[in-house]
C-alpha cells in the first residue's frame, strides 16, 4: 500500500534552500570581504536588509568581513562644519581639519550604526579601524594629474596591511566591520584611505575569495553616462584596458577589483547595493547579478 503523500505548504522554501546549496558548499569556509558604499547606505530599510544578508553568509558558514564608505555622509558633515568638499582624481581633499571629520563620521556614526545592525542578530560584529593593530597602513599619496604630482592633503596609500586583528575576529565567530582609515607610517597621524581600495586591499591580504562591492548602480556601465548596458563578466586583463577610460567614483572601484583579482581573489564583484538582499541575490541568481571581475584564464597547453 502506497503511503499518502502530504503536501507541505512550505516546500517552495526547503526548495530555494536547498538550490542555495552548491554556492553555500563551494564557499563554507571562504572569506568573503564586503564593501558598503556610502551612496547605498542612504535608505533605513537597505542598511537593515544588509545587515540582515551579512548574518545569514555568517551563520551559513562564511567569513564575512564588512569594509564600509561614508562619502556622502562626510559630504554632509563637512558641510555643516563650512568645509567645502573638493575632489581630485576620485579622492576627497582631506586637510587636517577635514580629516577629523572624516574619522568621527566613519569611525563615530556610520561604523557604529552598522555594527549596531548586525548585533540585533547576536553578539557578531566588531568594528575598527585601519589604525586598529595596525590593520592598515599608509604613506602620503600623491595622485598625478596631467602628468604633475599634487598634494591632496592627508589621503593616505596603503603599504601594508596586518590582518591579525581581523583574522583573530573571524576565528572567534565575529564579523569585522572595518572604517577606512589608515595609521601613517611618516607621522603619528591618520590617512583618509578610499573605502573601495581599503576593502580591495584587504580581500587580497586575507585571501578571500570573493570582494563584493555594493554601490548605487547595477554594475559597469559598458558606455556610461550614454547607456546602461551592464558589462556582467570581464577579465582582469579586459578590465585593465577600460581603465584610462572610467571616471569618477568607478575608477578606485575597478581598481581595487582588478587589483584583488591579480593577487588571489577568485572573484571581485560590482553589485546594486540599491536592490534589497542583493547579496543574497548573488547566491540565488547563477549567474550572479552586476559587474563580475575574474583573474585571466591560465594559458592552455599549446597556446603562446
Ligand atoms: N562606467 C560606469 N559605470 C557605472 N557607474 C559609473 C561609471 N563611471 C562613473 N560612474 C559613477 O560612479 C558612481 C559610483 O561610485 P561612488 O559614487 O564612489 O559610489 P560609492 O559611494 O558606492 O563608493 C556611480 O553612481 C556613477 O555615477
Ligand atoms: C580619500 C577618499 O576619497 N576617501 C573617502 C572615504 C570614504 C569612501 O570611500 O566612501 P564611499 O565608498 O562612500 O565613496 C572620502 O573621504 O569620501
Not at 505548504?9 to 558604499?37: C, D, M, N, S, Y
Not at 569594509?67 to 558641510?79: K, N, R
Not at 596586518?162 to 611618516?186: F, H, K, M, N, Y
Request: charge should be negative.
Amino acid at each position: 500500500m502506497s503511503t499518502p503523500t502530504r503536501k507541505h505548504t512550505a516546500l517552495p522554501k526547503a526548495q530555494t534552500l536547498v538550490e542555495a546549496l552548491p554556492w553555500l558548499t563551494r564557499h563554507h569556509g571562504r572569506t568573503v570581504v564586503i564593501k558598503f558604499g556610502g551612496n547605498a547606505m542612504v535608505d533605513e530599510s537597505l542598511k537593515a536588509a544588509f545587515a540582515q544578508d551579512v548574518v545569514f553568509l555568517r551563520h551559513a558558514g562564511l567569513r564575512p568581513v564588512v569594509v564600509h564608505g561614508g562619502g556622502p555622509q562626510i559630504s554632509a558633515a563637512l558641510d555643516r562644519h563650512g568645509i567645502v568638499s573638493e575632489f581630485k582624481a576620485g579622492l576627497r581633499v582631506t586637510t587636517e581639519d577635514a580629516m577629523d571629520v572624516v574619522r568621527m563620521v566613519l569611525a563615530g556614526q556610520v561604523q557604529r550604526e552598522l555594527v549596531g545592525l548586525l548585533n540585533q542578530h547576536g553578539p557578531l560584529a566588531v568594528g575598527l579601524t585601519g589604525e586598529d593593530a595596525h590593520t592598515i597602513t599608509a604613506t602620503r599619496h600623491r595622485p598625478r594629474i596631467d602628468g604633475e604630482l599634487i598634494d591632496i592633503g592627508r589621503v593616505g596609500e596603503i603599504t601594508e596591511i596586518d590582518t591579525g586583528a581581523i583574522q583573530a575576529l573571524l576565528a572567534d565567530g565575529r564579523i569585522p566591520v572595518v572604517s577606512s582609515i589608515a595609521r601613517s607610517e611618516d607621522d603619528g597621524h591618520v590617512y583618509n584611505v578610499n573605502a573601495d581600495t581599503a576593502a580591495a586591499a584587504l580581500a587580497a591580504a586575507l585571501g578571500a575569495e570573493t570582494l563584493m562591492v555594493l554601490t548605487d548602480v547595477e554594475g559597469l556601465y559598458e558606455d556610461w553616462p550614454h547607456s546602461d548596458e551592464v558589462i556582467s563578466r570581464l577579465t582582469a586583463t579586459e578590465l585593465e584596458k577600460l581603465l584610462p577610460d572610467l571616471s569618477s567614483g568607478m575608477v578606485p572601484k575597478m581598481e581595487g577589483c582588478l587589483h584583488a583579482v591579480r593577487n588571489g581573489v577568485r572573484t571581485a564583484r560590482v553589485i546594486d547595493g540599491r536592490v534589497q538582499h542583493s547579496i543574497l541575490l548573488e547566491i540565488f541568481t547563477d549567474e550572479g547579478i552586476g559587474t563580475m571581475v575574474v583573474p585571466d584564464e591560465p594559458d592552455t597547453p599549446g597556446e603562446s
